[in-house]
């Protein structure tokens, strides 16, 4: 009988308990007495947002801009962000994100652009001041592109994006395709 899975389970019932990073922690309670949007409009408000990258692998890839438009639930603007992000391994670029968007870290720099953590806070500080009590669903082109990429941003500053966003995150094409397929099928009025 091989004696190491019984050691481990001793090693691992001595160690103490791994404390739970921000980016965990701020989930728990999070949908707690949270009011439907279809119920309570007036509490909630739509993000929509766009990321521009150094590559398509979050986590090795970096944001070089977002986007923020800030909505009621109808679509009607409130306020917008736009940031540009200067990215801590710009060397990472690959050459189809260059050629898509044009990103230069001179460039960058001379345009203002931001170190990842200062762009962390210049988002939340927005939401915030724009959202205040109410919440806020994030929607995107490419949802899951941009979540993932927002994700590992506030991560890199031991915080969430869930600060701000409701877990629920919509994506426009999905949306679309469905009110594309009502107008198509209206329904009968027998």
């Given at each position: 009988?091989?004696?190491?899975?019984?050691?481990?389970?001793?090693?691992?019932?001595?160690?103490?308990?791994?404390?739970?990073?921000?980016?965990?922690?701020?989930?728990?309670?999070?949908?707690?007495?949270?009011?439907?949007?279809?119920?309570?409009?007036?509490?909630?408000?739509?993000?929509?947002?766009?990321?521009?990258?150094?590559?398509?692998?979050?986590?090795?890839?970096?944001?070089?801009?977002?986007?923020?438009?800030?909505?009621?639930?109808?679509?009607?603007?409130?306020?917008?962000?736009?940031?540009?992000?200067?990215?801590?391994?710009?060397?990472?670029?690959?050459?189809?994100?260059?050629?898509?968007?044009?990103?230069?870290?001179?460039?960058?720099?001379?345009?203002?652009?931001?170190?990842?953590?200062?762009?962390?806070?210049?988002?939340?500080?927005?939401?915030?001041?724009?959202?205040?009590d109410r919440h806020v669903l994030m929607v995107?082109?490419?949802?899951?592109?941009?979540?993932?990429?927002?994700?590992?941003?506030?991560?890199?500053?031991?915080?969430?994006?869930?600060?701000?966003?409701?877990?629920?995150?919509?994506?426009?094409?999905?949306?679309?395709?469905?009110?594309?397929?009502?107008?198509?099928?209206?329904?009968?009025?027998?």
């Open positions: 009988m091989n004696p190491l899975p019984a050691l481990m389970l001793a090693v691992f019932a001595l160690a103490p308990p791994a404390q739970a990073p921000p980016y965990v922690t701020v989930l728990e309670g999070a949908t707690a007495s949270v009011p439907s949007p279809a119920a309570e409009p007036d509490k909630w408000l739509l993000a929509f947002v766009d990321v521009k990258t150094t590559g398509l692998v979050p986590g090795y890839h970096e944001m070089i801009d977002v986007g923020i438009v800030m909505t009621d639930l109808e679509g009607k603007a409130i306020d917008y962000l736009l940031l540009r992000i200067q990215p801590k391994h710009p060397e990472r670029t690959s050459p189809g994100a260059r050629a898509v968007n044009a990103f230069d870290p001179e460039r960058w720099e001379k345009l203002g652009a931001l170190a990842p953590e200062a762009a962390v806070d210049r988002i939340v500080s927005f939401h915030r001041a724009v959202a205040r995107a082109f490419n949802s899951q592109f941009d979540a993932a990429f927002l994700d590992q941003l506030f991560r890199g500053a031991n915080r969430s994006w869930r600060e701000i966003y409701h877990y629920f995150v919509l994506d426009l094409p999905s949306m679309t395709r469905r009110q594309r397929r009502a107008a198509r099928n209206p329904p009968r009025s027998d």
